[in-house]
């Protein structure tokens, strides 16, 4: 009964890769049930599975737990779908950082509400005209649906840990204000059709960046967007 007990079999969505020696690669995926990761073997080799292991492939997975084993190791793979469009330099920066940001807050006790909005959210920055507002929303509504939202509550301009301030931080002003209670509160569409209304884009970026610095810690993804989108302060 062990040995059965040790395959599992899970949903996800590819969200990193990390290549090892001897043409191993480690994946990660965010899934309805949370985030992990296993080890494929020998995926690099050209007689392995790379092709079905890419970034943003949907997949109904297999992997045996051995004993003594940091990570399980991949034994079974379907490819239920993929995500196009995201490797196109303008939206891979920002399907990348939303991937890392869902990874890293999706416990088995929210995943199910982060799940539909991560891929909702790579949906939008896949097909939007302008990704980055998909971004935002999705963004937002992931740390939300953690419990992480800031506090908008008090009469201040400024978002600082999480608290709604009258100095420091990152200044949103009372448009910025406005856009985010809307984002955090709103459909995905109705929320982007907002922001395409002239909200703050450039704020309402550096604010997320700098909350989820807080909230959540550093990701190594956040260099891959625009450096203007990165300051901490405006």
Known sequence: MGAVERYRLSEGLVVGRK??????VILSFVGPEGAAQAIARK????TGRSGRLSLFHHLRYQVYQK?????PTLTQVELVGRLEGLEAPGRF????????LAF?????EVAGKIWPLLISGLKGIAK????????????WRVLKAAGLAPNLGGPGLYLLDGERVEQGGVYLGPE?????????????????ALLAEGAPLDRLQQALLAHVRYAVGELGSAQLLPASHVRGRE
């Open 19 to 24: 290549p090892l020696p001897a043409g191993d």
């Open 43 to 46: 995926a690099l080799r050209p």
């Open 67 to 71: 004993p003594g084993n940091d990570l």
């Open 93 to 100: 920066p920002y399907a990348s950082y939303l991937a890392e």
């Open 104 to 108: 890293r807050i999706a416990s088995p």
């Open 128 to 139: 939007h005209p302008h990704p980055r507002m998909a971004h935002l929303w999705a963004g």
């Open 176 to 192: 910025g204000m406005q856009a985010l209670a809307a984002v955090l509160r709103l459909p995905g569409s109705e929320a982007i």
